[in-house]
């Protein structure tokens, strides 16, 4: 995120790209859960709808499996207001 604010996406977009690597590869649930959630975020600071969206239902697939109601609480807040904002891009 702050790679992003400073000026620099494609740095920023690495960086996401491998906390979501690494993440996966740690086998910890809740630590991928932490960076989709993160990696939801910046889409929706760039204004990349469609993969924010996509994150979020990762959030929370992955929360409802696992029993994160936090989380699961968070990608649904998230989710909602990616889709009521937007949702002329969903339509169709």
Known sequence: MTLSLL???DQAQQRVD???VLAEGLSH???LTAALTMACLFHSDRREWHRARKR?????????EQGFPD?????KALRG?????HRN???G
């Open 71 to 75: 989380w699961l609480a968070y990608g």
């Open 29 to 31: 649930p809740y630590s």
């Open 18 to 20: 491998e906390s979501l």
């Open 56 to 64: 979020a239902e990762e959030v929370i697939s992955l929360s409802t």
């Open 89 to 91: 891009e969903f339509v």
């Open 81 to 85: 207001r990616i889709l009521v904002l």
């Open 7 to 9: 000026g620099y996406p």
